[in-house]
């Protein structure tokens, strides 16, 4: 019996994969991806099977220069960091918070648009497992206390067999020339095209902290 009670391990995890006949990479994958989560999440477990997908789509590999967006902000942005290296902070990572399980990856253009393929869960694919069915629609069905094993094990039977993938054409969005402007409250230097009546959104409508 597992130690972590209804929970696999990293380890357990990883032997699953090995038994259902994975390949060495995916396994790689998975062990990356759930250090850098901290944990095993089911929505972590997914987006890794996403991007796999997306990359076999593609005709891709790790290493090529590739830009994503992330529909959710749970779990599914941080497979895209540590597989393909698409992160915010390289501008190759945007997260649209708009609470559908997808995600789009596409190759650089120097275009107003890029091809791409966007791939998502899709509930049709997992009616035949009850569990991964009840987890995704966040119904009562679903217990977190006595059924993550089973969710985990629906998973990697599923695979990419849970998934579904259309082409699309991504917006490419082009960087702006801007000019430094001066928050009146805070004093700090912004980007002038975010102030809203002088104030930068630190001190106005993004304001999340109060002095101590």
Not at 157 to 168: D, P, Q, R
Not at 195 to 200: A, D, F, M, S, V
Request: hydrophobic share 35%; net charge neutral.
């Amino acid at each position: 019996m597992s130690r972590h009670g209804d929970e696999y391990s990293k380890e357990e995890i990883l032997s699953l994969l090995k038994k259902n006949g994975s390949s060495d990479t995916l396994i790689d994958w998975f062990d990356r991806c759930i250090d850098f989560h901290m944990g095993t999440a089911a929505g972590l477990l997914i987006g890794i099977y996403m991007v796999d997908y997306a990359l076999s789509l593609l005709g891709a590999k790790p290493g090529d220069k590739l830009y994503s967006v992330c529909e959710t902000s749970k779990c599914a942005p941080d497979p895209l960091q540590v597989i393909l290296h698409c992160t915010p902070g390289n501008h190759r990572l945007r997260v649209i918070n708009i609470g559908r399980f997808a995600m789009t990856v596409n190759r650089p253009s120097d275009g107003d648009y890029a091809e791409g393929v966007r791939v998502r869960l899709d509930p049709a694919k997992i009616e035949d497992t009850p569990v991964l069915r009840a987890w995704f629609a966040n119904t009562p069905d679903f217990d977190g206390k006595t059924m993550k094993k089973r969710l985990v094990e629906d998973i990697i039977s599923k695979g990419t067999g849970m998934l579904s993938w259309e082409k699309v054409k991504v917006k490419v969005p082009h960087r702006e020339k801007w000019k430094t402007g001066i928050c009146t409250s805070c004093g700090e230097p912004v980007p002038e095209n975010l102030l809203e009546n002088g104030l930068c959104p630190g001190c106005g409508s993004q304001k999340y902290y109060e002095k101590i």
